[in-house]
């Protein structure tokens, strides 16, 4: 697995002290009592939920949806669908939507939209990886952001190539030689 890496990009300390942090400051943007609905992202977040859900001083409770726009490929195909819908209400609680990374935004967009519609009492975004030179839509708004990254193929952490590297601890760029 590590010979199809170029180089590691984010060590696991550098992940953990981040993820404390945003803990940190997500527990701050909430009075102590909120009902908070953490919704993962499936299924390259669920690492990265896992950690910071340990980080966050306020009840939370866990729900998943799965939406796709990648298949097997690199390059997002711009069209999002449900695969998986959340199993809760979330009307009138206080929803925060975890995500591993942010390219094109387009997902972001399209799962703020759709969960828009349920009436929660408010919407906050976080996400571990941000890639902002790869912004398509400009219509989304991200709270907390643990790291910008380059346009590079980033695994690990729960992100994936063709669903493989997820369990690797820290962020690494993929070799371009392993995806083409
Ligand atoms: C990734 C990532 C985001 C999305 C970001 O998911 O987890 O959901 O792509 O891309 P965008 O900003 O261009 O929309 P992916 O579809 O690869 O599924 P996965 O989480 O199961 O790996």
């Known amino acids: 697995m590590e010979q199809d890496l170029k180089k590691i990009l984010i060590d696991e300390k550098q992940i953990m002290e981040r993820v404390q942090e945003l803990g940190r400051e997500i527990s701050s943007q909430y009075p102590p009592e909120t009902d908070l609905i953490m919704v ?31 298949g097997e490929g690199t390059e997002s195909t711009g069209v999002v669908r449900i695969i998986k819908d959340l ?17 094109t935004g387009q997902t972001l967009k399209y799962v703020v939209d759709v969960l828009k519609t349920r ?41 994936d190539y063709a669903q493989k590297y997820r369990n690797l601890p820290y962020i690494a760029v993929l070799k371009p030689e392993a995806y083409s």
């Open 40 to 70: 993962c992202i499936l299924r390259g977040a669920v690492v990265f939920l896992s950690d910071l859900a340990r980080s966050i001083d306020r009840p939370v409770t866990f729900d998943f949806m799965e939406v796709s726009s990648y």
């Open 87 to 103: 199993g809760e209400n979330i009307q009138g609680r206080h929803v925060l939507i975890v995500e591993d990374i942010i390219d």
């Open 119 to 159: 009436k929660p009492a408010s919407i906050k975004t976080v996400t571990l990886l941000d890639k902002p030179e790869r912004r398509v839509t400009k219509q989304i708004k991200v709270d907390f952001n643990g790291f910008e990254v380059p346009d590079e193929f980033v695994v690990g952490y729960g992100l």
